[in-house]
């Protein structure tokens, strides 16, 4: 609580001198008027305009986020205008590769977490006889724990904010189990998707545009956009496109040094991995260089950690960044990790569904607090997300009625991926000018394009960006939507999209052909 | 996209002149170096030490969330304690009377909501025989036609960054059917409960700490703490507590002058109707005169009307800021509001499943892009929550297989909470130096307590508010939870608790009788 006079901003109550919540920011009015824009003058003092583009916080108009963004829209158009107007366009549905979405592209969710999800949301069911032909033995037994954990079985009450104690205890036991390391369910904080996680982390480092965060170009456009909105700044460090899209830890250091240099405070270093947009999936070796070069920057390690379970090359495994670390001896007093999880990525691609989480290691208990209210801001994550992200953790197991259908679903889905990821990337190869490096993990592929002078003089013409400007090429010829390397970044004068591995594997064919017509008769209209 | 040549905070690549996207801010050293804290540069350039309480954000700092405050904090570990040692304190079960958390007190949700969303959640179900003896057949159509309207019935998937387009005409409909004025789907964006569509309007329309929104005070917190997330400004109006928490006209210019002399620019007002901690439902009138009000202003009205079910005295209505505005014949051109809803209130409180909406009229088209590419940062909120939504603003009808079941379910709960809050009202009334006003809608009383100068002296000797010092006692004591009443803000000197309607019907005598307990004693021990 704060004290001041009546002679402040809100001279109002009889009394002479009284106290108010802390929240009520006191203003000296010169220190104000100061600080003051005109713009907010006139609105505010004179005869009040309506809310302009010019008076929203310019941090908004900064954000960018471009996997809905511009060509998304347009395709929405279109997806519309063949509604009405059924043969209006030269193809006959919208085939959305830009965003990971597995189940709009028709995958099945797994029937083992959609059937303790629908008991839990009405348990009313496990007392009816019936459910024993409609739901698997181990599904409701499931359901029947979770409800357990549950104060009062109650799935439609607030939680905990950091999430149900019993489901982080489920899900911390479940991370013991791939790592090999110890696990503390008070580390986990239970959020709607990775999305909300992130922003949580970026508004607890961010104090201004001079605190920096490390981040790979290209990335995912979650980090751009939330550090933008923030206030702060990327720092990018550039992944190797020559090597598979590989980091390298010079490029860290050189980073870092030309940022420190031009007077940022660098809080963090952003790591996605398996990667995206790229694809790649980090050695264990390169991790650990990573993990040295964090401990000895000082450094704390926002480990984007979504696409765990899509791994499809033998030679990579997934490892998560806190496991490295504690394989090295680095433990919760010598370095600062947040692991990133979510329940719409990997082989079950729930993404409706809002579930996710993060580990956070490596920090003061009075930090902790802080994170803890942030959480508690919004009261909690979603519950069935909350449950969700508890099953991909502890999924069936041997001997379990659900084990062998799950597993089939499981291996179903990620074989299928793999080998839509193996025909995609070779299509992209065989085209004119475009490279492709494999898809070892994640959901994207990022060809590279040689666009011709005479493209990106029409590009420039048309004011658009190269790989924008051949990106809606082809959703107008096509119907297929890719992201222009722009919106992820990329090194300067070279041109990418990403394209998701995820329509069905019966289209892809289609797609495969579709796309190399377009491209063949693009090159032939801009060839120099 | 901007130009800069490599002269600059990044030195990397061999081209001599690039274009980068535009998220990556450049960063002129000396604009930067004047404007950097000490604290960054040590932690950056010299040997860093991990982030501090000294080094994050301060805003998240300043930022208050009472409701799950220090008294919640302790209300858990005497949860745990009981638990882990039953008899250890003079109660045996803690009675979390501070957050409108209906369900977590043993209130059943409503039977039609949880079977349309089971049947969503797997819809496996509804190609089988035997559910038509598990669900009533409503539910199951209702089921059918919102998966219609579900591209690819894919509950799995992320939908429209606003929600699925049938849900908000859905929702749409609802609003119409309600006001009696026309609603755009367009204008309605689903959000994870009510309090993401805040954070988001907080975020579009502050700048900078001269940016101040006019709150009443008492007031919910989440708008005490999204201001201070947002570096804004909270200019309090006072509810007037003898009138009832009347909203007076007069107070609302004395603020906004006294702000706008300070040099604020005032954005916005939020009220809360029915009150939140207040439990007041605003007259029509009293809201044209707020709606004039904002008008001849030029601000925005950010109507938090989350409880517009709840709403327990025959003689007053619910009527939507919207409804009131065009009613007065202010259109879209007119008058800008923001109206909040959520699924986590009204009777049927369903906290967990965050569901909610906002529904945004009055704002130009570039304004409205830049809103949704806010709600396109997170993607999309949790479809189970989208559902709910939409089923809170289509329940079942006249006609239909629910209906008769549901109106008991509504009705039953909403006269029980109507006596709850009426013997509560009464208990508070009949206690030494406590007056408590009606709680004419909302989920709260908010009694004021008349403290002996001796208690307040013993409170600053604990260096704890007077309020906050009561609360801890009535905690320890009883197991009773609420919240002081510095967390919501109140006239200064005054001292108030939020105490929710919420403890089912039979537990009630036994609140009023531990709470009348305590405070005599209490009385007793401090009286001067």
Same mark, same amino acid.
């Given at each position: 609580?704060?004290?001041?006079?009546?002679?402040?901003?809100?001279?109002?109550?009889?009394?002479?001198?009284?106290?108010?919540?802390?929240?009520?920011?006191?203003?000296?009015?010169?220190?104000?008027?100061?600080r003051l824009h005109t713009s907010s003058?006139?609105?505010?003092?004179?005869?009040?305009?309506?809310?302009?583009?010019?008076?929203?916080?310019p941090k908004v108009l900064k954000c960018?986020?471009?996997?809905?963004?511009? =060509?998304?829209?347009?395709?929405?158009?279109?997806?519309?205008?063949?509604?009405?107007?059924? @043969?209006?366009?030269?193809?006959?549905?919208?085939?959305?590769?830009?965003?990971?979405?597995?189940?709009?592209? @028709?995958?099945?969710?797994?029937?083992?977490?959609?059937?303790?999800?629908?008991?839990?949301?009405?348990?009313? %069911?496990?007392?009816?006889?019936?459910?024993?032909?409609?739901?698997? &033995?181990?599904?409701?037994?499931?359901?029947?724990?979770?409800?357990?954990?549950?104060?009062?079985? &109650?799935?439609?009450?607030?939680?905990?904010?950091?999430?149900?104690?019993?489901?982080?205890?489920?899900?911390?036991?479940?991370?013991?189990?791939?790592?090999?390391?110890?696990?503390?369910?008070?580390?986990?904080?239970?959020?709607?998707?990775?999305?909300?996680?992130?922003?949580?982390?970026?508004?607890?480092?961010?104090?201004?545009?001079?605190? @920096?965060?490390?981040?790979?170009?290209?990335?995912?456009?979650?980090?751009?956009?939330?550090? !933008?909105?923030?206030?702060?700044?990327?720092?990018?460090?550039?992944?190797?496109?020559?090597?598979?899209?590989?980091?390298?830890?010079?490029? %860290?250091?050189?980073?870092?040094?030309?940022?420190?240099?031009?007077?940022?405070?660098?809080?963090?270093?952003?790591?996605?991995?398996? +990667?995206?947009?790229?694809?790649?999936?980090?050695?264990?070796?390169?991790?650990?260089?990573?993990?040295?070069?964090?401990?000895?920057? @000082?450094?704390?390690?926002?480990?984007?950690?979504?696409?765990?379970?899509?791994?499809?090359?033998?030679?990579?495994?997934?490892?998560?960044?806190?496991?490295?670390?504690?394989?090295?001896?680095?433990?919760?007093?010598?370095?600062?990790?947040?692991?990133?999880?979510? =329940?719409?990525?990997?082989?079950?691609?729930?993404?409706?569904?809002?579930?996710?989480?993060?580990?956070?290691?490596?920090?003061?208990?009075?930090?902790?607090?802080?994170?803890?209210?942030?959480?508690? =801001?919004?009261?909690?994550?979603?519950? &069935?997300?909350?449950?969700?992200?508890?099953?991909?953790?502890?999924?069936?197991?041997?001997?379990?009625?659900?084990?062998?259908?799950?597993?089939?679903?499981?291996?179903?889905?990620?074989?299928?991926?793999?080998?839509?990821?193996?025909?995609?990337?070779?299509?992209?190869?065989?085209?004119?000018?475009?490279?492709?490096?494999?898809?070892?993990?994640?959901?994207?592929?990022?060809?590279?394009?040689?666009?011709?002078?005479?493209?990106?003089?029409?590009?420039?013409?048309?004011?658009?960006?190269?790989? !924008?400007?051949?990106?809606?090429?082809?959703?107008?010829?096509?119907?297929?939507?890719?992201?222009?390397?722009? +919106?992820?970044?990329? =090194?300067?004068?070279?041109?990418?999209?990403?394209?998701?591995?995820?329509?069905?594997?019966?289209?892809?064919?289609?797609?495969?052909?579709?796309?190399?017509?377009?491209?063949?008769?693009?090159?032939?209209?801009?060839?120099?």
């Amino acid at each position: 609580m704060q004290n001041f006079s009546v002679v402040s901003s809100f001279p109002l109550k009889p009394a002479c001198t009284f106290t108010i919540p802390k929240y009520i920011v006191k203003f000296p009015p010169l220190r104000l008027c100061s600080r003051l824009h005109t713009s907010s003058l006139t609105s505010s003092t004179m005869d009040p305009s309506p809310l302009t583009i010019d008076t929203i916080n310019p941090k908004v108009l900064k954000c960018e986020y471009a996997v809905r963004g511009e =060509v998304v829209t347009i395709a929405q158009r279109l997806q519309q205008e063949l509604k009405d107007n059924p @043969g209006s366009h030269p193809f006959e549905e919208i085939l959305y590769c830009n965003i990971g979405n597995p189940q709009s592209l @028709g995958q099945h969710p797994i029937t083992f977490f959609r059937e303790v999800l629908a008991l839990c949301d009405h348990p009313f %069911l496990l007392d009816k006889s019936e459910i024993s032909c409609l739901f698997s &033995a181990d599904s409701i037994r499931r359901a029947q724990k979770i409800l357990g954990l549950i104060p009062g079985k &109650a799935t439609g009450a607030y939680s905990h904010s950091q999430g149900i104690k019993g489901l982080r205890e489920a899900i911390a036991a479940g991370i013991e189990a791939r790592d090999g390391f110890p696990s503390n369910p008070d580390d986990i904080f239970l959020t709607d998707g990775a999305s909300p996680g992130v922003h949580m982390m970026m508004r607890l480092l961010i104090r201004s545009e001079s605190d @920096g965060l490390l981040c790979p170009i290209p990335q995912y456009p979650l980090y751009s956009a939330s550090i !933008a909105l923030h206030g702060g700044t990327l720092v990018p460090y550039y992944l190797n496109e020559a090597t598979g899209w590989g980091l390298d830890i010079s490029e %860290l250091k050189k980073q870092l040094h030309a940022a420190r240099s031009n007077g940022m405070s660098v809080r963090a270093l952003v790591v996605i991995n398996p +990667g995206n947009p790229t694809g790649q999936v980090l050695t264990e070796e390169n991790q650990k260089q990573i993990v040295e070069f964090c401990k000895k920057e @000082g450094l704390i390690i926002l480990a984007d950690e979504v696409y765990q379970a899509n791994v499809y090359v033998p030679e990579k495994q997934f490892h998560s960044f806190k496991k490295v670390a504690r394989s090295m001896g680095y433990g919760e007093k010598e370095i600062s990790i947040v692991s990133f999880h979510s =329940v719409s990525k990997g082989f079950y691609g729930e993404c409706g569904k809002r579930g996710g989480y993060y580990e956070v290691t490596g920090f003061s208990a009075d930090i902790r607090a802080q994170i803890y209210k942030l959480a508690s =801001v919004n009261l909690c994550s979603n519950i &069935a997300g909350q449950i969700l992200a508890s099953l991909i953790m502890n999924p069936p197991k041997a001997g379990d009625d659900s084990y062998e259908s799950y597993l089939a679903e499981r291996d179903g889905i990620l074989s299928s991926l793999a080998r839509r990821a193996k025909t995609l990337e070779d299509a992209f190869n065989s085209l004119e000018g475009v490279t492709c490096n494999k898809a070892e993990g994640a959901m994207y592929l990022f060809p590279q394009i040689y666009l011709p002078e005479k493209a990106i003089k029409a590009a420039a013409a048309a004011k658009t960006a190269p790989d !924008a400007f051949y990106c809606k090429r082809l959703l107008n010829a096509t119907g297929i939507v890719v992201v222009p390397g722009t +919106g992820f970044g990329q =090194v300067p004068g070279t041109w990418h999209f990403r394209c998701t591995v995820l329509p069905q594997e019966e289209k892809i064919p289609a797609v495969v052909s579709r796309l190399s017509e377009f491209h063949e008769d693009f090159m032939n209209q801009f060839r120099d």
